[in-house]
């Protein structure tokens, strides 16, 4: 069965750091570029960062530059998302996704259910 998992969230102070993990199965990850999105309460999805099915390309969000980054390890079928100098307004429940293909300018064809981050002191 085709499925992404996400971990690592959590509670976290502001400035503090958090490293989540997308784990897929039902599938070969090598073939697929992995997105990471965010939902705040009340506001709109937002794409995060997004990674190529080979690592080489990462596309992301301004506000989230310089202090989130993406990577994979396909031989373990995971993507992970570090986020550092993490604010307030960072809090949300953070989702990744499977695009259609090897590109980041691909549609989503499949999600996972979420980690809540919050950042709070």
């Known amino acids: 069965q085709l499925q992404l998992v996400e971990s690592g969230g959590g509670v976290v102070q502001p400035g503090g750091s958090l490293r989540l993990s997308c784990a897929a199965s039902g599938f070969t990850l090598d073939y697929y570029a992995i997105g990471w999105f965010r939902q705040a309460p009340g506001k709109e999805h937002e794409g995060v960062l997004c990674i190529s099915s080979s690592g080489a390309s990462t596309v992301g969000a301004d506000s989230v530059k310089d202090r989130f980054t993406i990577s994979r390890d396909n031989a373990k079928n995971t993507v992970f998302l570090q986020m550092n100098n993490l604010k307030p307004e960072d809090t949300a429940v953070y989702y990744c996704?499977?695009?259609?293909?090897?590109?980041?300018?691909?549609?989503?064809?499949?999600w996972g259910k979420g980690t809540l981050v919050t950042v709070s002191s």
């Open positions: 996704a499977r695009k259609k293909g090897n590109w980041c300018d691909y549609g989503v064809d499949t």
